[in-house]
């Protein structure tokens, strides 16, 4: 087990994060972040909270999406359903989507899937905390990352949250 952010280094790369998508979007009133259940919930609410902050241009649209039902291996695995909340309107509007860890691009493959039956987005971009380059089974690529990592297909990743784990941190096993 290696530690590939402590703490201090999650809160930094939370606020660079939130700091590149108010850099691209100065007046968020046109764009809406939806966090990935159900772990990308947890990185989305931080950077939120983090805009909020610093911004001062209107504060975008925030929602939640479940994407249990879009994923090519619902039949496979056994996978718990979360809410999704997404209570306005993404026609043409620039949508961030974020998510903790980008690995074979099957869940954001999903989750453009799922987008699509709350309207039809001006443009998607894609925010994550880590991602594992080498291991894409399709052509999808972050447009705000955390920390990129080089990993073998038996290495796994684990994003640590207070709410959830106990602990922050981001663990390579």
């Known amino acids: 087990m290696k530690t590939i952010l402590s703490e201090q280094q999650l809160g930094l790369t939370v606020k660079r994060l939130a700091h590149q998508i108010l850099e691209n979007n100065l007046d968020l009133r046109n764009t809406a972040i939806i966090g990935l259940q159900p772990r990308g919930v947890y990185l989305s609410d931080r950077i939120v909270e983090e805009l909020k902050k610093i911004t001062t241009g209107g504060e975008p649209d925030y929602g939640k999406l479940d994407i249990t039902f879009y994923r ?69 690529q972050p447009d705000y990352t955390g920390k990129t990592i080089d990993t073998i297909i038996s290495e796994k990743v684990k994003v640590c949250w207070k709410e959830k784990d106990g602990k922050e941190e981001v663990l390579l096993f």
Not at 115 to 139: A, H, M, Q, T, Y
């Open 72 to 140: 090519d291996d619902v039949r496979k695995t056994l996978h718990i359903a979360n809410a999704t909340d997404i209570s306005f309107s993404i026609e043409n509007r620039h949508v961030i989507l974020i998510d903790d860890v980008l690995y074979t691009g099957r869940t954001i493959r999903a989750a453009l899937d799922a987008l699509l039956d709350f309207g039809r987005p001006s443009k998607v971009s894609l925010c994550v905390l880590i991602d594992r380059r080498f291991n894409r089974e399709l052509p999808i």
